[in-house]
């Protein structure tokens, strides 16, 4: 449901989001500043977390060595709700290039979404995960993208240059994983 409230926050978000300068971060629902307080003290001054609170470039984005991480984080906190590629379930898909909240198409309206929640049972992540951690599962659900890698505009041109979409066969979780938690249950 497209709403009032969805819409202007996007209008602040992308108002904030100019390439590489200091980005400045939005709650996507209410449109109030994040407030870093509640970051949790773990990950939060990392090379990562400075680079982008500096420029709002995840650097984490298609760097192979920190996939694994990401993917990790992706099958324990979101794929239960968003699929185990992103496809969707209970929450919207996050692998193509449709989003209900426009501003996730970048990476700040991205961090925003997980930082400070949307509606719903999309509660927010300050308490879950540490900074450092939200971006390494971003740069997974990136990196699950199935649509054309040009429209990758949160990709640098040369890492967007080298990017092919997603399908499974990238994945090293394999999505029987989660189908079996479900047979558990139905058994
Ligand atoms: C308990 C279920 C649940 C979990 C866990 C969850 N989400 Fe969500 N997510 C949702 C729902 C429901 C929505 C739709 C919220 C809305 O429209 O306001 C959503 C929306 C989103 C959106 C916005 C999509 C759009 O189209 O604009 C993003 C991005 C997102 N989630 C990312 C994540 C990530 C990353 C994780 C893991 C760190 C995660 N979510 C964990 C339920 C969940």
Not at 97 to 113: A, K, L, V
Not at 139 to 152: N, Q, S, V
Request: net charge negative.
């Amino acid at each position: 449901m497209k709403s009032l409230t969805k819409i202007s926050a996007l209008c602040l978000a992308l108002a904030a989001t100019s390439a590489f300068a200091a980005p400045m971060l939005y709650n996507m629902v209410d449109g109030s500043p994040l407030d870093f307080e509640w970051a949790m003290e773990e990950g939060r001054d990392t090379e990562a977390v400075r680079v982008f609170l500096d420029t709002g470039e995840n650097i984490y984005n298609e760097t192979p060595e920190f996939l694994p991480v990401g993917e990790e984080l992706f099958a324990g906190m979101c794929s239960g709700c968003h699929g185990h590629y992103g496809e969707g379930k209970i929450g919207p898909g996050l692998n193509d290039d449709y989003w209900s909240y426009m501003g996730n198409e970048t990476d700040e309206g991205f961090f925003s979404s997980i930082y400070g929640g949307l509606t719903g049972q999309m509660g927010p992540m300050w308490g879950s995960l540490t900074l450092d951690e939200m971006l390494l599962v971003m740069a997974w659900t990136r990196h699950l993208y199935t649509g054309d890698p040009k429209d990758a505009t949160w990709l640098t041109p040369e890492k967007r240059a080298g990017f092919t979409s997603f399908t499974p066969a990238k994945a090293s979780i394999p999505a029987e994983e989660d189908e079996e938690e479900g047979e558990a249950a139905s058994d």
